[in-house]
C-alpha cells in the first residue's frame, strides 16, 4: 500500500520502526556526518547506493520533455508532475528486503528552510509493487524490480506538486545499525503536466497539446483591423537555458514562494509582473518610442530564446520590447513550465486608463486632440496571452465554472494591486460582462468592448458636449494561430457577443452600472441625422505609395440645403496610437444641396509622410466637420497602415535534387525587392530556423531603385519533420520587414525507421485516462 510521508525518517536505536523527524537541519547535519566519517565495520555492512541510472531516455520520452536541450545533454532530470517516473538503482551489495530499508527524500533546490508542512520536503518509503502509487495528490513510490545488487522503482509527484528544482537524497539503512544517505547529482525539474487529469492544466485534446505546449514557433498578427500582417515568432522553449531561466524567475523575479510555486494562477499573475521591468527588474524593458540606442528595437527580434539566454546571463532586464516581445515571452515561459499558452492579437484595442469602459477622446476648438486631457487610448493592435488552467479560485458562476483560457497580459499599462500585470483574468467572465471578478476582468473587458466617446472640450469651467459614440470601434478581429495550421483563427466571440446584438448591449449596460466612474454614465444623445458622413481608405496601399483619403458627406433632407465646414487630418503615430506627428492637414467648405453628396479628397505623397513615418508605418486618419445653422459636430477617427512587402526564400538547390534532407546540406537564399523610391542604405537580414543556434545575419550596403536584397547561405537540417525559417530585415530607410518559409525535411535514405520506436516499450503503469496517445 502506498503512502505519503509527511516526515523525515529515522533509524531508533530501540525498535525497528521509524519515527517522524521534524528537524531537517539535523537530518542534514548527520548526513553530512556519515559521508564524511571513515567507515568502520558497522557502517561498511549498510546498504551503499554506488549510483543512480536515472533513465534519461525513457523518463523523458514518457514525460514529454525529451526536446529540452537540458534533457538532450543531460544535464537533468525533467518529469512532469501527476506522472511516474523511473530509477534505477546499483548498491554496493544485494539488496535485502527484510534487513534493508530505503527512503527517498526530496527537497525543493533553493528553499533554505524545507518543510514538510510546506510540501517543499517529502520523504518516501517505497513499497513492494507499483500496480497503486497513492493518491494522486500525494507523493508515491513502489518497487518495480529487485535483481541482486540492483533495485528499480517508480516515484510520482503528486498532482499538485509545486513546479521548481528539486533535489534527491536516497537514505539507505541497516535494519538495528547504521544509515548512510546518498544524493543524485543531477537536478530534478518537476513542471506542469496537461496530460495528466488531476493537474489544474490538464488539456483534453491531443492537438491542442501539441499546438500550445510542445510547438517551438507561432504567428503573432500584427498591423491594423484593415491590414491584418502575421509575422513568425521563436517560442524556443526547448533551447538551451530557457527551462532553467523559466524556473528560476518563479523564485527570483517573481518571489513566488516554493510552496506556492504548483498553482498556475498564482504562476500566471507572476509571470505577467516578471515579464516586464517595470516594478522589479524583470526580463525585458519596455519602450515605445522611436529611440533604441543602448538596445534592440523591439521590430528585431525574431523570438523569445535569445531574449531569456541575455537576461540569464545578466539578469538585467533586456533593452527594448513591446507588446508583442513580452506576449511572445511569456508564452515562451510557460510553454517551458508546461502550462498550455497561447498568444492573442486585439486590433483597435482599449486602453482605458480610468475604468470608466470608455476610450474618451478630448477635442478641441480647432478640431485637434488634446492630447493631455486624452489620456485613453485605441491600440492599432494589442496583443497578450491566454494560459489555460481551472479556476478553483473563483467557484461556479451564473454561466457554470470559468476553467479553460485566462487572460494574461505582460504589457505594463497600469497597476493591478501595486504592481503592472494583468490577470488571469477568466475569459468566460469577461464576455459576460463580470468585471469584478479577479484578476482585472475589468481592464480586460475595455480593451475588447469598451465605447469610443468624442468630447468637445471648451475650458474647465465649460460643459462637456458629447459629439459622438462609437459602439463598433473597439475589439476587431480577435486573433490567435490556428491548431496545427498556419492560419488566423479569430476568436472574438469567446470574448464578446457579436456587435449590434441584444446580448452585447445588455453585458455593456451591465458592466457600466459595475463602474464607478462618472464619464461612465455621461451620455447624451443627438437626434440630427440630415447629414451623414462616411470616411473611405484604400487598404491595400504599398509603403513607397502615395494614397488618398476621402470624405463623403450626404444631405438626406429633401428640402433643405446645409453648408458644412471642416478638415482632414493625416499623422503619423505609433501603433499605440500616440506620440502623433502631423503629416498633412486640409480644410474644406461645402454646399450641400438636397440629396446629394460631396466627397473631400486629400492625396498624401510618400516624401509628404516618409519622413514621419513610424517603423510600423502606422497613420491616424482624422474628419472633423461642424453643419452651419445647427449644434451638430462630427468628428471621426480611423487607423490605417501601409503595407510592406515580404521576405521570400528559396530552399533546396543544394546536392539532394531540389529537396531538403535531414543532415544534408543545402543552398538557401533569401530575397527582399526595395518598394521605395529611394535606394535603401545599411540593409540587413536576420535569419533563424532550427538548427541554426545563432541567428545568422547578413549585411548589404545598398540597394537601388528597383534593385533587390538577396543573402545566399548554406543549412543543415538537424532532423526530418516540418521545418519552418524566419527571417528579418531592416535598413536605414526600411525597418520590420519580414518573411518565413514552412518546409518539409525527408529523412536521409540511409535512415532505417525503427516500427517500435526508438526507445524500448516503457512498461510504467497509468490510469487508463491517464494514457498518452
Not at 492544466?201 to 500582417?229: C, F, P
Not at 523559466?246 to 516554493?258: D, E, K, M, N, Q
Request: with cysteine; proline share 5%; charged share 25%.
Amino acid at each position: 500500500m502506498g503512502q505519503k510521508c509527511s516526515w523525515l525518517r529515522k533509524r531508533s536505536n530501540s525498535n525497528e520502526s521509524f519515527k517522524c523527524e521534524t528537524d531537517a537541519t539535523l537530518r542534514m547535519r548527520n548526513i553530512n556526518a556519515n559521508l564524511l566519517a571513515a567507515p568502520d565495520d558497522a557502517s561498511s555492512a549498510v546498504l551503499g547506493v554506488q549510483r543512480v541510472d536515472t533513465c534519461l531516455a525513457d523518463n523523458h520520452v514518457e514525460h514529454h520533455t525529451s526536446h529540452f536541450y537540458a534533457a538532450a545533454a543531460k544535464e537533468a532530470l525533467i518529469v512532469r508532475r501527476g506522472e511516474p517516473f523511473r530509477l534505477r538503482i546499483f548498491f554496493n551489495r544485494d539488496y535485502s528486503p527484510s534487513k534493508d530499508a530505503i527512503s527517498f527524500i526530496f527537497s525543493v533546490a533553493d528553499d533554505s528552510k524545507p518543510s514538510p508542512g510546506h510540501g517543499t520536503l517529502t520523504a518516501l518509503v517505497p513499497h513492494d509493487g507499483i500496480d497503486y502509487l497513492g493518491d494522486p495528490l500525494e507523493w508515491g513510490a513502489g518497487i518495480e524490480s529487485h535483481e541482486g545488487q540492483i533495485l528499480t522503482v517508480l516515484v510520482k509527484p503528486p498532482a499538485t506538486c509545486s513546479v521548481t528544482e528539486w533535489r534527491l537524497d536516497i537514505d539507505t539503512k541497516l535494519l538495528g545499525d547504521g544509515s548512510r544517505s546518498y544524493q543524485l547529482p543531477l537536478p530534478v525539474y518537476v513542471l506542469f503536466n496537461p496530460w495528466c487529469p488531476d493537474d489544474q492544466v490538464y488539456m483534453a485534446d491531443r492537438e491542442q497539446r501539441k499546438e500550445y505546449v510542445m510547438h517551438d514557433t507561432t504567428l503573432i498578427w500584427r498591423g491594423s483591423y484593415n491590414r491584418l500582417r502575421p509575422s513568425v515568432w521563436k517560442i524556443g522553449q526547448f533551447e538551451r537555458h530557457v527551462l532553467e531561466c523559466s524556473l528560476r524567475l518563479l523564485g527570483t523575479v517573481g518571489r513566488i514562494p516554493p510552496a506556492y510555486r504548483g498553482d498556475p494562477v498564482r504562476v500566471a499573475r507572476a509571470l505577467s509582473a516578471l515579464v516586464n521591468s517595470v516594478d522589479d527588474d524583470g526580463v525585458l524593458l519596455g519602450n515605445w518610442t522611436e529611440d533604441f540606442s543602448g538596445g534592440t528595437a523591439p521590430t528585431k527580434w525574431t523570438g523569445s530564446a535569445e531574449i531569456l539566454q541575455q537576461f540569464h546571463k545578466t539578469q538585467k532586464s533586456v533593452k527594448f520590447a513591446q507588446c508583442w516581445n513580452f506576449s511572445g515571452v511569456l508564452a515562451t515561459i510557460a510553454r517551458a513550465l508546461g502550462i498550455p499558452a497561447r498568444v492573442i492579437t486585439c486590433y483597435s484595442s482599449a486602453h482605458d486608463t480610468q475604468a470608466s469602459l470608455t476610450v474618451d477622446v478630448f477635442i478641441d476648438a480647432n478640431n485637434k486632440k488634446l492630447d493631455a486631457e486624452t489620456t485613453d487610448s485605441i491600440w492599432n493592435y494589442h496583443v497578450w496571452n491566454e494560459l489555460w488552467m481551472q479556476r478553483p479560485d473563483l467557484g461556479i458562476g451564473q454561466f457554470g465554472a470559468y476553467d479553460g483560457w485566462q487572460a494574461v497580459d505582460a504589457t505594463p499599462q497600469e497597476a493591478s494591486d501595486n504592481m503592472y500585470r494583468v490577470g488571469p483574468a477568466s475569459v468566460l467572465a469577461v464576455k459576460h460582462g463580470e468585471i469584478l471578478r479577479p484578476f482585472d476582468c475589468g481592464f480586460v473587458y475595455s480593451e475588447v468592448n469598451a465605447d469610443k466617446l468624442y468630447w468637445r472640450y471648451n475650458g474647465p469651467a465649460q460643459p462637456l458636449k458629447l459629439l459622438r459614440k462609437d459602439t463598433l470601434a473597439i475589439g476587431h478581429l480577435i486573433s490567435t494561430k490556428a491548431v496545427l495550421k498556419w492560419e488566423r483563427e479569430d476568436i472574438t466571440d469567446s470574448y464578446k457577443y457579436a456587435e449590434r446584438s441584444e446580448e452585447e448591449r445588455n453585458y455593456m449596460i451591465r458592466a457600466l452600472k459595475q463602474s464607478r466612474h462618472a464619464f461612465s454614465r455621461y451620455y447624451l444623445n443627438d437626434n440630427f441625422n440630415e447629414v451623414e458622413f462616411s470616411m473611405e481608405l484604400k487598404d491595400d496601399i504599398k509603403v513607397g505609395e502615395n494614397f488618398t483619403v476621402v470624405l463623403k458627406v450626404s444631405n438626406k433632407s429633401t428640402e433643405r440645403t446645409h453648408q458644412a465646414a471642416g478638415q482632414l487630418n493625416c499623422d503619423a503615430v505609433l501603433y499605440t496610437g500616440v506620440g502623433a506627428q502631423e503629416v498633412k492637414i486640409m480644410g474644406f467648405e461645402l454646399d450641400l444641396k438636397p440629396e446629394s453628396s460631396e466627397y473631400v479628397r486629400m492625396e498624401v505623397t510618400f516624401f509628404e509622410y516618409f519622413e514621419k513615418l513610424s517603423s510600423q508605418a502606422a497613420f491616424q486618419i482624422s474628419a472633423a466637420c461642424h453643419v452651419k445653422d445647427t449644434d451638430y459636430d462630427y468628428y471621426a477617427q480611423d487607423d490605417f497602415r501601409v503595407r510592406k512587402p515580404d521576405i521570400k526564400f528559396q530552399l533546396g538547390d543544394g546536392g539532394a535534387g531540389g529537396r531538403i534532407v535531414a543532415q544534408q546540406e543545402t543552398d538557401v537564399i533569401v530575397r527582399l525587392p526595395n518598394p521605395l523610391p529611394i535606394p535603401l542604405h545599411k540593409g540587413l537580414f536576420t535569419v533563424e530556423g532550427p538548427g541554426i543556434e545563432q541567428p545568422l545575419k547578413f549585411k548589404i550596403a545598398e540597394i537601388p531603385v528597383g534593385g533587390t536584397a538577396a543573402a545566399t547561405f548554406k543549412y543543415v537540417p538537424p532532423y526530418a519533420g516540418r521545418g519552418t525559417m524566419l527571417a528579418k530585415f531592416s535598413a536605414k530607410e526600411l525597418d520590420d520587414v519580414d518573411g518565413y518559409k514552412h518546409y518539409e525535411i525527408e529523412p536521409r535514405p540511409g535512415d532505417v525507421l525503427q516500427p517500435n520506436g526508438s526507445h524500448r516499450s516503457s512498461n510504467i503503469i497509468r490510469r487508463r485516462t491517464d494514457v498518452i496517445p
